[in-house]
């Protein structure tokens, strides 16, 4: 046994108890969860008196046109009957013949017939726009050094 280390046969397992101190980390921590409470039940009140006591805005002027509210939002009761209702149509308008303008007897065809149709002809050609001369004719360039 060593006399200046009467504990060295029996080396002792245990935390450092100077780096932190639990109590004070606890009380910490529950401070906070009383402040956030305290906060949270002041804000509450807060927006409740503010709900229960709306302050009115300026009076309109006589002279301000009259406000014009949008119109009520049309909500889809139905959503799934809605979008196979907006399929079918869309369907019917890709594969039925019916007509675009009757006044300028304009119809609306199928798209398998309109390609079948443009794959026998062929997409019609349109003729080159003339091209512009590069310089004028007859004189200088306005632009060309004298």
């Not at 065809?109 to 091209?131: C, E, N, S, Y």
Request: charged share 25%; aromatic share 6%; with cysteine.
């Amino acid at each position: 046994m060593d006399p200046e280390h009467p504990d060295s046969t029996h080396p002792r397992h245990d935390h450092e108890r100077t780096d932190i101190r639990v109590r004070i980390v606890l009380i910490f921590c529950g401070a906070m969860v009383i402040v956030g409470l305290f906060i949270e039940l002041i804000v509450s009140w807060g927006f409740t008196y503010l709900e229960n006591h709306k302050i009115p805005g300026p009076p309109i002027s006589v002279l301000a046109p009259p406000r014009e509210f949008p119109p009520p939002p049309v909500l889809q009761v139905t959503p799934r009957l809605d979008l196979e209702q907006l399929r079918a149509l869309e369907h019917s308008r890709l594969t039925e013949y019916a007509w675009a303008d009757r006044q300028n007897n304009v119809v609306r065809i199928p798209v398998d017939r309109a390609m079948d149709i443009i794959a026998q002809r062929g997409l019609p050609v349109t003729p080159p726009a003339p091209k512009s001369p590069a310089k004028p004719e007859g004189g200088q360039n306005a632009s060309s050094p004298r």
